[in-house]
């Protein structure tokens, strides 16, 4: 561990030992700000009966099916716009029209349309994702040197070549870009979904302790839901160095 | 004869100010087998536009280009590029058999073959490296065994040592010889260096400035290694110096 790293551990530490003692100490009214150990004793209990696991379960459902389906279509929608000017002309107003939408907006919308279960909370998320995705990987075909593809017509490649072997991987590090602010805008999403008509999920249990005025367990809906996002980003960072190699990293 | 340029003309058409401005005119132009063939000119003078037509990535506006003789399963030509153009994905060996890969040559053959390149251009043990792990000379090694790996009758130089350092120049320039002696490849290189036009060619086509024709045609006849300082060189470079003065003149009076 180097100097820096001691400076940040010792931050962390120092704050949460403070906020320990100032509230055992009664200087804190525990109502509005409980003290660490308690949260992570209340977060062991819910792990224990099996309602902080069920609650993580239903969520990562709903965040996963909507990434995995938004990306899909981003990535597919992305290139084809990229590569093929026809399909960006066709795509480009949709994009202008929708993309500064909040898409929370939509979710009225769609359960309106799809009915209060999980298709419009799924949707809602997908459509989030979809539009962050889509736009980073338009941005990286666009950002492929021309030369590159003169290059790859050069040696004798077609046009379905070049695509799957020249705008695909040019556009990975963008894609990749699209899918970690899709990752953090599919759990803002979740979040919000599961506020309104549902009756589990992370969501749902940390908007519930709100309602009760139960302070500890929205600290711990706020902790897992920290947590979930910090796992998203590792597991997002680890893809793309599996997938992307030749990318230069600074460290 | 390989390749043949008859009367050939290429505009480009600005769509902004709907102007159509000639890049190069008339230019009637033989290919032979075996020569390296030096494109000079000073800059914007159409040269590399010319090497793209030879290489069909663009059609020429006038004129037509003829390719007399039958070429077999190899490619007719295959381009080097000024900015090395390597797919930054794809490693050393995986540059060099992109144009088998593409042209559905099987894995073990196209590999093999990707070897016997690198070992021919000096890049032996870099095999596994991605481009931005190689210096800029290494770099143009790469373009040139991924230009060959299709077994081209004609390889097109677009200016491929202009990005590089002075030392390196010189090395990639005899390098650039004995690959050319070696395969027995016919090269056909743009440039705008008068040294390097004097060095390597045994054919010096110079052309005028925008839009570009030929303006002359010096057959180079001196026995290699050639040198700089030498006095038939050194006639020779004076000689195509006062040419191409003339034309850098005109570019930059019009």
Same mark, same amino acid.
């Given at each position: 561990m180097t100097a820096s790293h001691w400076r940040q551990l010792a931050s962390v530490a120092g704050l949460l030992l403070a906020w320990q003692i100032l509230v055992q100490a009664g200087r804190i009214n525990p109502l509005f700000l409980p003290a660490p150990l308690s949260v992570l004793g209340a977060m062991w209990e819910m792990t224990r009966s099996g309602e902080l696991p069920w609650a993580v379960l239903v969520s990562l459902n709903r965040v996963v099916q909507g990434f995995v389906y938004g990306s899909l279509a981003g990535v597919l929608l992305g290139l084809l716009a990229g590569a093929i000017r026809w399909v960006e002309d066709l795509l480009d107003p949709w994009v202008a029209a929708v993309y500064p939408i909040p898409k929370s907006a939509l979710f009225p919308l769609f359960m309106l349309w799809f009915g209060l279960g999980n298709p419009s909370k799924i949707l809602t998320i997908a459509v989030g994702v979809l539009f962050l995705v889509l736009v980073n990987t338009m941005a990286g075909v666009h950002a492929i040197n021309p030369v590159l593809l003169k290059a790859a017509r050069d040696l004798g490649a077609s046009r379905a070549q070049i695509f799957v072997k020249v705008i695909l991987p040019g556009a990975l590090p963008s894609i990749f870009t699209g899918l970690r602010l899709g990752a953090g805008m599919a759990l803002i999403l979740v979040f919000i979904t599961e506020i309104e008509a549902t009756k589990a999920g992370l969501g749902f249990l940390l908007w519930e302790a709100f309602q009760l005025m139960d302070t500890r367990h929205v600290f711990v809906g706020v902790v897992t839901f920290g947590l979930l996002g910090v796992a998203t980003t590792w597991l997002l960072q680890w893809l793309e160095r599996v997938t992307c190699p030749w990318i230069q990293r600074s460290n | 004869m390989l390749l043949a340029l008859r009367d050939v003309g290429k505009a480009w058409h600005i769509a902004r100010t709907g102007e159509r401005v000639p890049a190069v005119e008339a230019i009637t132009l033989d290919v032979a087998a075996g020569e390296f063939l030096i494109l000079l000119g000073p800059s914007g003078c159409g040269k590399s536009t010319l090497l793209q037509i030879m290489a069909g990535l663009e059609l020429p506006s006038s004129g037509a280009i003829e390719f007399p003789t039958p070429t077999g399963s190899g490619k007719l030509t295959s381009m080097v590029f000024q900015e090395y153009a390597l797919f930054p994905w794809r490693t050393v060996l995986a540059n060099v058999g992109f144009g088998p890969e593409v042209r559905g040559v099987p894995r073990r053959e196209r590999e093999e073959r990707a070897r016997r390149l690198i070992e021919l251009v000096n890049l032996r043990g870099a095999e596994t490296r991605y481009p931005h792990e190689l210096s800029g000379g290494m770099r143009q090694r790469v373009a040139l065994a991924r230009a060959l790996a299709n077994d081209p009758q004609i390889l097109l130089f677009?200016?491929? !040592? =202009? =990005? !590089?350092?002075a030392q390196t120049r010189r090395v990639m320039q005899d390098e650039l010889l004995r690959i050319w002696a070696e395969t027995g490849k016919t090269f056909v290189y743009v440039t705008h260096s008068l040294q390097e036009a004097v060095l390597l060619g045994t054919r010096i086509v110079l052309m005028t400035a925008g839009p570009g024709r030929i303006k002359q045609v010096e057959e180079v006849t001196l026995?290699?290694?050639?040198?700089?300082?030498?006095r038939a060189e050194a006639a020779l470079l004076d000689r195509l110096d006062a040419l191409l003065g003339e034309e850098v003149q005109r570019a930059m009076a019009s």
């Open positions: - | 677009d200016e491929p !040592l =202009a =990005a !590089l350092d026995p290699r290694p050639r040198h700089l300082t030498g």
